[in-house]
């Protein structure tokens, strides 16, 4: 199994900054991917980034220029930097692991989820 917890979150004006950080813990050596993915109320869970083990990020179009996912594997903690936020930002972030259930088979891990509001 994976554990996850998120932090970092909190009220921030626009075109603010926050670094939201998820600690991993576990079965960490099956991850082959973890992401960042945000739910705002009414509205559907959204991927916002995602960082394969061999480096490979993807991010919502939404996001790309002004957010960024990176890790650090010694520590086993993933990041997502966010700048230049917008009140369309603000929604519970959620951190994800993929991990190698068998060559063809993986499992999803979710943290608690951590709250991102942006206003003035």
């Known amino acids: 199994q994976v554990q996850l917890v998120e932090s970092g979150g909190g009220l921030v004006q626009p075109g603010g900054s926050l670094r939201l950080s998820c600690a991993a813990s576990?079965?960490?050596?099956?991850?082959?991917?973890m992401g960042w993915y945000r739910q705002a109320p009414g509205k559907e869970r959204e991927l916002v980034a995602r960082?394969?083990?061999?480096?490979?990020?993807k991010y919502a179009d939404s996001v790309k220029g002004r957010f960024t996912i990176s890790r650090d594997t010694a520590k086993n903690t993933l990041f997502l930097q966010m700048n230049s936020l917008k009140p369309e930002d603000t929604a519970v972030y959620y951190c994800?692991?993929?991990?190698?259930?068998?060559?063809?088979?993986?499992?999803?891990?979710w943290g608690q989820g951590t709250q991102v509001t942006v206003s003035s």
């Open positions: 960082i394969t083990i061999g480096g490979s990020t």
């Open positions: 994800n692991a993929e991990g190698l259930r068998s060559i063809v088979s993986t499992d999803d891990y």
């Open positions: 576990g079965s960490i050596f099956s991850i082959i991917a």
